[in-house]
């Protein structure tokens, strides 16, 4: 007797010791696979944050800028700098032949004019004079340079020559290749060049977006999960409405992005690829996720406040009001990060609403074409050339920033009502 | 007694149990007062020795009873009729020691007289403490039986008790009257007669607690009462 | 006098039926206390008093409830000015989780009672003497409420349900979360508060329903079973039922 109770308990012990391990090594396995994505991400992307650089002699000749000595600022403006970029590259090596000299204008990206231009504008003195200018660096040398590139790989397979590579070894060896910060990454739109290609489109899109479906999702939300929890009888039809509002929120996000489709643009003639249509949109998906959350913490305010509060003689608007509405108000809101945080991840209903189109030009407005950053990374990914590759991972990480620092918002905001509310 | 039980089984206990002293005190006293009785009677020792060696017994019931019912106090917190309970077991108590310490008296008497007494007082003497112990047997019954009526019955009789002291008190004056030597024993049987109405007066008192026992009010109204007594200034 | 006069009040819950035919008279500025085992319709026939069975959708009053010769059930009744003048303590002490101040203050603001400062100053500090709280938080009134001990807390929300000076207050179990000091503090502060208010108590605890009241009601499966000054309820009830719960006999 004795020893089977003995027995019983080792073996309620082991159980124990068991379940506990397969829930550590739940955990391990979720932590291992964060680590390695983050890894990952972090590994190929953190170099699109360098960008390279080559340092080039101008001479800024009036004559073959084909303006006189003493230029006005339009005559800059309007001055032809296409001669004395392309004289720069082919200075580069003398002995080079014309095929040559079009490679070694390919080492920089298409912007080496306006860098050369924008140089001048800043100091009009260099005129007649010869200066080391900063270009960018085509993406294909900037990946050479962050050691990104196969070199070995035999010569019709690279789109980098071996000419180009000799040059650019020869420009490493003498220190005019220099890697800096990528401004340009966070203040460019997209370009179909990687080295001229930034997020700042589809970072501007995404706030509007998201600024937008906050704008029309929060309230309505907030106001029918009210309604519904604080006001409506519960009938037959408050359950139906219920249901659907949970099947709502499974409603694939495509399904959604059709709805923007037919409705917003098709019958209303939103204009297409805009925040405006995309917030739209993102804010009917994210709707039943801030209703859900504002109803479940509604239902979490202890009844004995209202019934405090109705005792007082508070009509019910004012016990809602005063006091279950500002009580449930950090589980609403956080429901609501959560709502926009998805928003903000979405792709599908964007790409169908057009906001997938190569927009370069940053939107000053909702009303203006933009991408957003999934759909960016989506672009991006989708690109043959090898500098886009770490432009994904960076995305990712700003994107992931952005979730982090929306996140960390919620949880300010939560302290602070919790704080005045307990 | 309700009949449904308590929930709590020994709150119910303690109840009981109170309750069986009260029943075995009282029976204690109904003894001691019968042999008293027999003992001034029949001018028998051996029942006197025995009462006054019991009393000590009945003294002991009285202080356990006391105690009881300040712990049921105390530790329950006994409500309506079981308050009652309670409370009418600590006053009974109270009288039926004091029945126990009358017979005790009488029997110490008893042993201190010294001459045969005439027929005619020992008749009268025997038909009082007959009818008192017929009170003392009722009121134990009625409380065993929660009968209000029978404690009314005594309540009513003991106007009887008094006139029947009356008469045994001419007795005993009688006597003292016939000699000089009478003079003592004549006294005893004085104080012994006065015990026995007294004895019949804490009967009633018990009878009194008893009805407020059952129907939770008081009885109302002055006790009947017989002529009054002539020997003693008492009442 | 007659503060309250029921009148065969029946109460649903949907088709359960939870109060049978209770006529039931309640004494001005005396302690009324109801007894009787849980789920025996005592709170449900208290919620009534003030209408708070309204917030239950399938709950269905029937049968008249006289306030000052009013009945709160007509149609013409204002729930919310009915509940102004009649004030609810609950079981659990509920404190807005808002400052001392505006807890008190919340009723006579809603209502309109102080037309500056100084007279919600007033209202707040008086509500809060009356209910013997004051000494403890004055240094503290823009403190979170929820900050204070239970008994304190109760003690709050009887500051609260008297600023704004109801005729009527009921207390729904109001110490059963409370320790016996605490307890006996409320007690106390009852026994002041009938001077000036009707009390109507429902309460699990016999003794506490002795100590506090001078009327008691014994409720017992939606019937109200006996009625009567506190006293004879607990030294001689007329019912067997009542005798034998307040004994301890019951099931």
Known sequence: ??????????????????????????????????????????????????????????????????????????????????????????????????????????????????????????????????????????????????????????????????????????????????????????????????????????????????????????????????????????????????????????????????????????????????????????????????????????????????????????????????????????????GTIIGLAQALGETAPLILIGMVAFVNTIPGSPMDPAASLPVQIYIWAESAERGFVEKVSACIMVLLGFLIIMNLFAQIIRHKFEKKWS | MAETQHTVKSYEEELKNLNSNIVKMGSACEEALGKAIVAITTRNADHAEEVIKDDEKIDKFESLIEQQVVNLIALRQPMAIDLRETVTALKMSSDLERIGDLAKNISKRSLLLNETLPKKLVDCLIRLSSSVQKQLKTTLDSYLERSASMAIDVWEGDEKIDDLTNECMQEVVKYLKETEKNLSDGTHLLFVTKNIERIGDHTTNVAEQIYFLVKGEYLEGDRPKGSEPIVTGEK | MIKIKAKDVDVFYGKKQALYNISLDIEENQVTALIGPSGCGKSTFLRCLNRMNDVIDICNVKGEILINDFNINDKSCDVVRLREKIGMVFQKPNPFPKTLYENVSYGPTIHGMAQSKQEMDEIVETSLKKAALWEEVKDRLHEPGTGLSGGQQQRLCIARAISVRPEVILMDEPCSALDPIATAQIEELIDELKKEHTIIIVTHSMAQAARVSQNTGFFHLGHLIEHGPTDKIFKNPDNTKTQDYITGRFG
């Open chain 1, 1 to 334: 007797m004795n020893k089977n109770k003995e027995q019983l308990l080792n073996k309620r012990y082991r159980a124990e010791r068991r379940f506990r391990l397969y829930g550590q090594s739940a955990i391990f396995m979720a932590l291992l696979f964060l680590t390695i994505f983050i890894f990952k991400i972090f590994s190929t992307g953190y170099t699109a944050f360098q960008k390279t650089w080559l340092i080039v002699p101008v001479n800024f000749d009036a004559e073959m800028m084909m303006i006189d000595q003493n230029p006005s600022k339009e005559d800059l403006q309007d001055a032809d700098y296409y001669d004395i970029a392309l004289k720069s590259m082919a200075d580069l090596d003398q002995n080079a032949n014309d095929d040559q000299k079009n490679q070694l204008k390919r080492m920089v990206s298409y912007f080496f004019e306006k860098e050369i231009k924008n140089e001048i504008l800043n100091d009009p003195s260099l005129i007649g004079k010869t200066k080391e200018v900063y270009l960018t660096a085509s993406d294909d040398l900037d990946q050479v340079f962050k050691g990104n590139y196969p070199r070995d790989l035999p010569e019709d397979q690279r789109r980098v020559s071996d000419y180009q590579l000799k040059i650019f070894d020869q420009l490493v060896a003498k220190g005019k290749v220099e890697s800096k910060f990528n401004i340009s990454f966070f203040t460019y739109a997209d370009s179909r060049e990687a080295e001229l290609a930034g997020i700042a489109s589809s970072f501007m899109g995404s706030i509007f977006s998201i600024l937008v479906c906050l704008m029309i999702a929060f309230p309505v939300a907030v106001l029918a999960a009210i309604y519904l929890e604080e006001f409506a009888p519960k009938n037959r039809f408050t359950d139906f409405i219920e249901v659907n509002i949970n099947n709502l929120a499974a409603v694939p996000s495509i399904v959604f992005g059709l709805l923007g489709l037919g409705v917003l643009l098709a019958i209303f003639h939103l204009p297409r690829s805009t925040p405006l249509v995309g917030g739209i949109t993102l804010s009917l998906m994210t709707l039943p996720t801030i209703i859900i959350a504002a109803r479940a913490s509604l239902k979490a305010v202890p009844p004995s406040i209202r019934e405090a509060a109705l005792a007082m003689g508070a009509s019910r608007m004012q016990t809602t009001m005063h006091h279950t509405v500002p009580l449930s108000m950090p589980g609403t809101l956080s």
